[in-house]
């Protein structure tokens, strides 16, 4: 069987993972990683701070892709991280690596997101195979999936893994193999515009905007808040355009 996408079909969709299948930047990670014994981080001062590094992080991955930087590897995911961490302490933080190393490996209780597993199971319901790429560690990604019940087998290509790393195009385009379908027949949900959804279109997928933080008002077509729309996200066939913040190249 296969998922509408237009007047086209999909058989196969990729997930990003952190805080698309399983939050991640989340106020309780932050306090676990960085002030265990306290005192207590403010939520909104977590949230503003990371959805400001994000939109970093997606320049950043995105100028990689496109040449104008070097690709965004594991040690620059860690720079983000330090960064968001420097936001959030409004100064860099001298225990920064230490820190890092702990929220990429949380011991703390995961949170989760109860449209996940729900959304997988349509998905599977429907005989439409299911996938993750990510740029996280693969230790980090198995973690986090089996801390909030979902497969680790669902990873198919991760940030330290042999190959490309997405949003390298190869990167998506292994994965979709890994499927063993064409790219034109896999859908992929990602969390940022130019470094998930707009990179994931230009390796010939079919995206989808999961845009559970309200980071990205002003993308037309093609954007959710949450995994009970995916399926009619993807019948209407749009592609999400018109972010701001990042220049396209």
Request: hydrophobic share 45%; glycine share 10%.
């Amino acid at each position: 069987m296969s998922l509408p996408f237009g007047r086209e079909t999909l058989e196969g969709v990729l997930f990003d993972l952190d805080d698309v299948l399983v939050p991640f930047q989340t106020p309780a990670a932050w306090q676990w990683a960085w002030r265990p014994q306290g005192p207590l981080l403010g939520e909104r001062r977590v949230r503003s701070a990371v959805r400001r590094a994000l939109k970093a992080w997606d320049r950043r991955r995105w100028e990689g892709l496109i040449g104008r930087q070097p690709p965004a590897d594991l040690e620059a995911l860690k720079a983000h991280l330090a960064a968001t961490l420097a936001g959030l302490a409004g100064h860099p933080v001298a225990e920064a690596d230490a820190v890092v190393r702990r929220f990429l490996h949380p011991a703390a209780d995961v949170e989760r997101y109860a449209d996940a597993a729900p959304a997988l199971d349509r998905l599977r319901a429907a005989q439409v195979a299911v996938g993750v790429v990510t740029p996280l560690p693969i230790d980090s990604a198995r973690w986090l999936l089996r801390r909030v019940g979902l497969p680790e087998s669902l990873v198919l290509g991760a940030g330290d893994g042999p190959g490309p790393v997405v949003p390298d195009t190869k990167a998506f385009r292994a994965a979709a193999e890994a499927l063993r379908l064409p790219p034109e027949r896999v859908g992929y949900v990602g969390d940022l515009f130019w470094s998930d959804v707009r990179a994931a279109a230009r390796a010939g997928l079919s995206a989808v905007l999961l845009d559970r933080r309200d980071g990205w008002p002003h993308v037309q077509g093609g954007r959710i808040v949450d995994l009970t729309g995916l399926e009619a996200a993807f019948a209407t066939g749009g592609s999400p355009t018109d972010a701001d913040g990042v220049s396209g190249g």
